[in-house]
Nanobody, 128 residues
Framework: QVQLVDSGGGLVQAGGSLRLSCAAS????????MGWFRQVPGKLREFVAA????????YYADSVKGRFTISRDNAKNTVYLQMNSLKPEDTAVYYC?????????????????????WGQGTQVTVSS
């Protein structure tokens, strides 16, 4: 069992930056690939970024590539999402998620269905 707690959201102007954090409970954090998703009202939760168990491999949605960076610190049981050059269309509730099953291709972690545990979400609002 893993519990995830998202934090770091807030209100920021377009062009600004935020760093989201996701703290995980348990001693097996490094056994999980981690992902970030986001959701706006009336739409499906969409993939943002994923990172492998070791942190050596990452994958991004095209909409955030070059602006967002996912990273993890397995010693601190924490995954991060550094968001730069934010746009109003990045406004959403952001969720971290943990996937127990290993997939050889990092892009497998773009699917919501592979994740076993989810954080409670943190609101990010980007004003124009």
């Amino acid at each position: 069992q893993v519990q995830l707690v998202d934090s770091g959201g807030g209100l920021v102007q377009a062009g600004g930056s935020l760093r989201l954090s996701c703290a995980a409970s348990g001693r097996t954090f490094s056994s999980y690939a981690m992902g970030w998703f986001r959701q706006v009202p009336g739409k499906l939760r969409e993939f943002v970024a994923a990172i492998s168990r070791s942190g050596g491999n990452a994958y991004y949605a095209d909409s955030v590539k070059g602006r967002f960076t996912i990273s993890r610190d397995n010693a601190k049981n924490t995954v991060y999402l550094q968001m730069n050059s934010l746009k109003p269309e990045d406004t959403a509730v952001y969720y971290c998620a943990a996937a127990a099953t290993y997939y050889g291709n990092i892009d497998a972690y773009t699917r919501r269905s592979v994740y076993n545990y989810w954080g409670q979400g943190t609101q990010v609002t980007v004003s124009s």
